[in-house]
Nanobody, 115 residues
Framework: QVQLVESGGGLVQPGGSLRLSCANSGSPLVINEMAWYRQAPGKQRELVALIDRGGYKKYADFVKGRFTISRVNANAATLQMNSLGPDDTAIYYC??????????WGQGTQVTVSS
């Protein structure tokens, strides 16, 4: 069974940084794409960044060069977030898409930006 483990969320002051990590600790999976989504209270879940197996990266417009997604290995990725602001407060979810077409979600990690 695929199990995505997320870590790195927490409380940070405006202008601060956090690094989120996501890794598959369950059954082996050939991952085509790893991504981070976020969902703020009362809002829809939205894409933050993705990276595919070939290294292609895509970022949401609101990232504006502040975040960097990286593949650590075939089963893990990180999201480095800098210059965080209150609007970045949300639950961040890891998402992976497998080569056979299925997708999986992590349990989510809370990011709170507040002074």
């Amino acid at each position: 069974q695929v199990q995505l483990v997320e870590s790195g969320g927490g409380l940070v002051q405006p202008g601060g940084s956090l690094r989120l990590s996501c890794a598959n600790s369950g059954s082996p999976l050939v991952i085509n794409e790893m991504a981070w989504y976020r969902q703020a209270p009362g809002k829809q879940r939205e894409l933050v960044a993705l990276i595919d197996r070939g290294g292609y990266k895509k970022y949401a417009d609101f990232v504006k060069g502040r975040f960097t997604i990286s593949r650590v290995n075939a089963n893990a990725a990180t999201l480095q977030m800098n210059s965080l602001g209150p609007d970045d407060t949300a639950i961040y979810y890891c998402n992976v898409k497998a080569n056979y077409g299925g997708q999986y979600w992590g349990q989510g990690t809370q990011v709170t930006v507040s002074s």
